[in-house]
Structures are given as structure tokens and as C-alpha cells.
């Protein structure tokens, strides 16, 4: 597509749901990221995944959040027993060489955990 | 120390003046640095990319590196208020070249 899609754009939901958030990157990318935000607050990484290697997991604030890339394309980022604190916007990003042509972000998933 | 550094302002200058943000690095070997807009409720979008010492102009935009000090920043000519939005230092971490470690950024307001 012509840029990243997610959906949904928006999610509620009761606190121990599980969600999942789905980011489809612009085609050929290969690269992609998952990044949150939270009210007023910066850019947390998350999860990179590139081409075919191992993703980057660094980032995951704890073993209820995962996430898996499918054919090098369409991400999805699942968040088990939902918690308060998991409220946040959460941006995917693509990139065809970050170190050159840096990211482009989705229009993100705004998050409300009741 | 922080690994990318902004004063998280508000900063605000008025209509037509130049508007300079600025951002420190702490890893010396990145390599690539950018430039992001962010309004509020929406999401991030690149403006400005830089690699060489310098000044790198595009319009009223000028990104600015010193990779001696680790200092990267961007000034805006005839700010406008459609310019107002926080704005998000990001730079590559020196060893990976596809991940980018972003700042918390610097909200401008630029008053008519």
C-alpha cells in the first residue's frame, strides 16, 4: 500500500483481555517496528523485525507482549491479560534502510485498557 | 546520560522568527540522524534527514550536525504557526543500521 496501515485505530478493552494490534507495511519494506506511546510521553521501542532474522525483543516490557511478522509482510502485536498501565498509542513503523531513509509510521492504535 | 537528549520545551517564538531545536547524542558511533514532526494526536513524520557535518537545508528547514561535539539540531526559518507540534531528535545506534533510538523531543508554539 502507499503507507503503513493498522488497525484498529482504536481498541477498548477490559483489563486481563487479551488484544491484537495488526500493522501492514508499505510493500518491500523490509523492515518494520513496533514503537508505544503514552500520554505525553516519548517514543518506547518495542520489537524490529528485519527481513528473515531473528527479531529484536529488547524492547518488550514484559512476557505478556509478543509479536510475530508473517511472510516478511503483515505484523501483528498481541498484549495477553491487559493491564492499566498497557493504555498507550501503539505505532508501527517501516523502513526499506533505516540508516538512510528512517521510518515511516502507521497512523498508530490508541489503546484503552478499563 | 541520556542516549538522545532534547529540552522538552515548551518552546515558543512568535510568527516569522527562526525557531532552533536542538539534540545531543551520547553514542559516537552513529552515523544517521533525523528530523521528526509529530502534531498532536497524530504520528510521527520525517522532515529532515542528515549523515555529513554541516548544514543540510530543504526549504525552511536546516538540520545542523556536529558529530565532534554529538550535537544535531534544526532551525526553521519564518516560523510559521502551522509549525507548532513537538519535534523528535532520532539516531541510529552506532553498530545497528536499522535501529533508531528517539529523543522525547521539544514542542514549539509558534504565536501569530
Known amino acids: 500500500g502507499a503507507g503503513v496501515s493498522q488497525s484498529p485505530s482504536n481498541k477498548v478493552t477490559e483489563k486481563g483481555k487479551d488484544v491484537e494490534l495488526r500493522c501492514d507495511p508499505i510493500?518491500?519494506?523490509?523492515?518494520l517496528y513496533w514503537y508505544r506511546q503514552s500520554l505525553g510521553q516519548g517514543l518506547e521501542f518495542l520489537i524490529y523485525?528485519?527481513?528473515?532474522?531473528?527479531?529484536?525483543k529488547s524492547g518488550l516490557p514484559s512476557d505478556r507482549f509478543s509479536a510475530e511478522r508473517t511472510g516478511g509482510s503483515v505484523s501483528t502485536l498481541t498484549i495477553q491479560r491487559t493491564q492499566q498501565e498497557d493504555s498507550a498509542v501503539y505505532l508501527c513503523?517501516?523502513?526499506?534502510?533505516?540508516?538512510?531513509?528512517?521510518?515511516?509510521f502507521g497512523s498508530g492504535t490508541r489503546l484503552t485498557v478499563v | 546520560q541520556k542516549e538522545v537528549e532534547q529540552n522538552s520545551g515548551p518552546l515558543s517564538v512568535p510568527e516569522g522568527a527562526i525557531a532552533s531545536l536542538n539534540c545531543t547524542y551520547s553514542?559516537?558511533?552513529?552515523?544517521?540522524f533525523f528530523w521528526y514532526r509529530q502534531y498532536s494526536g497524530k504520528s510521527p513524520e520525517l522532515i529532515m534527514s542528515?549523515?555529513?557535518?554541516g548544514d543540510k537545508e530543504d526549504g525552511r528547514f536546516t538540520a545542523q550536525l556536529n558529530k565532534a561535539s554529538q550535537y544535531v539540531s534544526l532551525l526553521i526559518r519564518d516560523s510559521q504557526p502551522s509549525d507548532s507540534a513537538t519535534y523528535l531528535c532520532?539516531?541510529?545506534?552506532?553498530?545497528?543500521?536499522?535501529?533508531?533510538?528517539f529523543g522525547k523531543g521539544t514542542k514549539l508554539s509558534v504565536k501569530p
Open positions: 513503523a517501516s523502513s526499506l534502510q533505516a540508516l538512510y531513509y528512517g521510518y515511516t
Open positions: 510493500s518491500g519494506h523490509t523492515a
Open positions: 523485525f528485519q527481513g528473515n532474522s531473528a527479531p529484536d
Open positions: 553514542d559516537r558511533g552513529s552515523q544517521s
Open positions: 542528515i549523515y555529513s557535518n
Open positions: 532520532a539516531v541510529n545506534r552506532g553498530g545497528s543500521q536499522g535501529n533508531l533510538i
